[in-house]
């Protein structure tokens, strides 16, 4: 069975690219596009790992981790910046 990755990135080019490369190294990926939509589905604790861009609409990414951290959740994070 395939590591499941939550891919967290506004940037659709940058989302495809990313997501493309997991998939093809054999991971399952789902894709949120915002703050509240990651958070939403990072919380169910079905996933091996996050990637989690910082700079997001809605929840910026600082908060989303730190939501998730508070919540007891310790699914490992990537974070993305471009700072």
Known sequence: MSAKILLVEDDTATSDYVAKGL????????????GRDGLFHATDGSYDCIVLDRMLPG???????????????????????AL
Do not use: H, K, Q, W
């Open 23 to 34: 998939v093809e190294e054999g991971f399952t990926v789902d894709r949120a596009d915002n």
């Open 59 to 81: 929840i910026d990414g600082m908060a989303v981790l730190a939501a998730l951290r508070g919540a007891g959740i310790d699914t490992p994070v990537i974070v993305l910046s």
